[in-house]
């Protein structure tokens, strides 16, 4: 139990740590001025304090949170900055007498540089006409790119004069590569300008710049001049190329047009820009002669053009386009001759093959069908039966009665129409239609120079044809079981015989037709006389009708063969008397006479 000496005097005994702070102090003795109710009750008044003041501050950092944050940024934030600044103070300090030395050292420096300082001072001042001399490589530029070359030159000179008087300065060197380079991309543009499309006026203002640059000579300068123009002219040829797929004619006569203008502009620019110019004041210097270069140049595009109309003039077999073509480069000859370029007489040899193609393909055309039908209708397979004319070569209706074509011709434009009669002959009709299809194209563009080739090589595949006829209507005569003679009396051979008979009748006809449509219908010749100028491969004249002849003979046929005769010993012309010999063969004189005579067409 604790004695009175040892009880306490007062809560401060009790509580000797209670009074370090006022508000410790304070409490304490308010405590001790209460009654022991109320001392019993303030626990529950602290506890009920304590929590309201708990809600509070639960309440204040609810609603001022971003306040605590940014203080607490603040502050960490300062923190962090109060130590770097301790760190930078104390790197600061360490760093002052090396900034001294630093500062001893530029000291010492600056007195080398006021020499330089000095000298800069005179940049500046001459500033305005540094610049004016650096400006200059790129003034010239602009100059070349915007097309101002007259601008360009005299800047180029004002840089040589300068050159000049400062030779040894560096920066005017400089300048002066600059200029130089600009110069020679001005150079380039200038020749470029050449290959473009322009007229006399811009060309001739080049020439006369490129003249001033003095790069070129005048012969050089020539050269080129026609080089760049003939490179104009090849791409415009060029761009046209792909015509030639689609319309062979069209893209001719457009490349003819071209090549018309381009040549003709060339020769006009040139003779205008070097050839006319004004002589030299000095009788010492003088003028190049440029007139070769000219007369090459223009030689070889007429090589060009004959090249692309040897390429092209035999892909096209329109008659009419080709004598279109002709007269186009015709009148293309006609304009040049006037400035002494004529070259009509380098055309004739290429057309003359073109249209010598052109007909032997007609020609070989018209008589290959008749070839290929006269050797099936023979039947050249071994064991087909020969086709006999009545059931092909004659139409239906002149079965029982085949007409004879008309041997005697008649005179003027009619001797040109064949007969009527061919019609009963349907393959002779279809091969003298195609024959006077191609005799009707060549009209358009009828060479003189190839009238005995033509006539030749029609006389050939007309020869050959006739063999094959021949050679059919013989094996038609001479058929097994079927023979006859001219005594046979059997009604269906001798239809077969006059069938034949007539067929050969009607080729003879045909034969002689062609041949006068080609000679005296297209060339306006005599026949016999055309016949003269012929020279065959085979030696002949004509067409050989010996075989035909021995055959007629044996057969009987006395008309024809009289009429063949007539043919033979006047070379094909029949005229005169032997018209007269030829309508009385015609009127039934001899042979068949039973047979009425055809009309004359």
Known sequence: MMSSKDAPNSLHDIFPDAGSSSTQSSYLTHITSLSLPQILQEPATLASEASFLTSE?????????????????????????????????????????????????????????????????????????????????????TCVKNGY?????????????LVKRFPNVPIIRSVEAEVAGSINQMHSQLLQLLQEPAKLPSLLKAVNFLRRMGV??????????????????????????????????????????????????????????????????????????????????????????LQVLSRTVPQITDSPALSSLLTQLSYCSSSFARIGLDFRALFPPIFEKAVLENFKTGIEDAC??????????QGSKRGTAVKLPSTWFVVQDAVMDPPRVPLASADGASAFIPSSVLTSYPPLALLTNALL???????????????????????????????????????????PRRSFDMNDSNEAT?????????????????????????????????????????????????????????????????????????????????KGEEVEAINGVENGSSGDSGRPSAENT
């Open 368 to 377: 290959g069908k008749l070839n290929g039908a006269l050797e099936k209708a």
């Open 57 to 141: 501050l639960t309440n204040l950092c609810h609603s001022q949170y971003k306040t605590f944050l940014s203080l607490h940024t603040a502050s960490t934030a300062l923190s962090s900055s109060f130590s770097s600044f301790s760190t930078s103070l104390s790197a600061l300090i360490d760093a002052v007498p090396l900034l001294e030395a630093q500062c001893t050292a530029f000291a010492q420096e600056t007195r080398e540089l006021r020499k330089e300082r000095r000298n800069v001072t005179t940049v500046l001042e001459q500033h305005e006409k540094l610049l004016d001399i650096l400006e200059i490589p790129q003034l010239i530029d």
């Open 216 to 305: 070129l000579d005048e012969e050089e300068l020539a050269l080129a001049f026609l080089t760049s123009r003939g490179a104009y002219m090849q791409g415009l040829f060029e761009a046209i190329e792909r015509e030639r797929t689609m319309d062979v004619s069209r893209f001719l006569k457009k490349w003819i047009d071209l090549w018309r203008e381009g040549v003709y502009d060339v020769v006009t620019q040139f003779t205008s820009i070097f050839l006319e110019r004004p002589a030299p004041t000095s009788s010492s210097t003088l003028p190049p002669d440029l007139r070769p270069f000219l007369t090459a140049f223009t030689h070889t595009l007429v090589q060009q053009l």
């Open 437 to 479: 299809t191609t005799l009707n194209s060549l009209r358009l563009l009828a060479p003189v120079s190839l009238m005995p080739q033509l006539l030749a090589f029609l006389d050939q595949r007309l020869d050959e044809t006739s063999t094959i006829l021949l050679g059919y209507l013989q094996s038609c005569i001479s058929r």
């Open 149 to 161: 070359y007259q601008e360009a030159l005299d800047l180029s000179a004002h840089t040589t004069a």
């Open 494 to 574: 001798e239809r077969e015989k006059a069938i034949i008979l007539a067929v050969a009748r009607a080729w003879v006809y045909v034969v002689r037709f062609v041949r006068r449509g080609l000679v005296e219908g297209v060339y306006g010749k005599n026949l016999g006389d055309a016949e003269a100028t012929v020279v065959r491969r085979d030696g002949r004249k004509s067409v050989d009708w010996s075989e035909w002849e021995a055959w007629l003979r044996s057969v009987g046929e006395t008309d024809l063969l009289r009429y063949m005769n007539l043919l033979t010993k006047v070379n094909g012309a029949v």
